[in-house]
């Protein structure tokens, strides 16, 4: 009501922290806010839908759109890469719709550093043990790579002390209730001030 502009929300994690979960659980409870779409050079996985979890593009796709500044962000995770298109999340911004962004730690670092308004949030797993049960339990990949995503784990944790705000996801329900206390004053902070005395003088 009293918000001109959307605020871009960078929520970030390692694998099997639960993530996609809760950005998903978030977007049914907060109004005036959209999930951006990222583009993918990797293949969908089990009921994945094309252009509603992923744009999923080939590698001279992507190379393009590198090319014509189409990014906001992009970052090559595990052999593939991941992009967030500037366009549509500058549109929605621009209409005062909060974007959440649901990527990877080194493009929040980026857009950090382009829009330093931006609300970073890093979940954290209850500990790396749980984070390995995890992993295991969705049994889409070999010990092995496990073993490497734990490892790929402990560097992204670390960067994500960069993050504005860090949250265990211990209790899935918690968690989504802090991250949506998080925004909700984020917003709060956001309004302002001008905009809410004429409005109550207003009325």
């Known amino acids: 009501m009293y918000q001109t502009k959307g605020i871009p929300i960078v929520v970030s994690a390692a694998s099997g922290t639960g ?36 744009h999923f593009v080939d590698d001279a796709r992507f190379d393009r759109m590198i090319e014509d500044n189409e990014f906001l962000e992009w970052a090559s995770v595990f052999d593939r890469r991941y992009g967030t298109g500037f366009l549509a999340v500058d549109q929605q911004l621009a209409g005062g719709v909060d974007v959440l962004l649901d990527i990877d730690v080194q493009g929040g670092i980026q857009i950090k550093e382009r829009w330093p308004h931006a609300l970073t949030i890093f979940l954290l797993p209850p500990s790396m043990d749980e984070l390995r ?34 949250i265990v996801n ?34």
């Open 19 to 54: 993530k996609t979960s809760l950005c998903l659980r978030l977007l049914e409870t907060l109004s005036h806010a959209a999930r951006s779409i990222s583009y993918t050079t990797r293949q969908p996985r089990g009921d994945e839908v094309n252009g509603r979890d992923y």
């Open 170 to 203: 211990d209790d899935f329900e918690q968690a989504a209730a802090d991250l949506r206390a998080i925004i909700r004053a984020e917003r709060i902070h956001n309004c302002r001030p001008n905009s809410l005395v004429q409005v109550l003088l207003n009325t």
């Open 133 to 166: 049960r995890r992993l295991l339990n969705r049994a889409t990949e070999a010990e092995e790579a496990v073993e490497q995503r734990l490892a790929e784990a402990r560097k992204e944790i670390d960067q994500g002390q960069q993050y504005d705000v860090l």
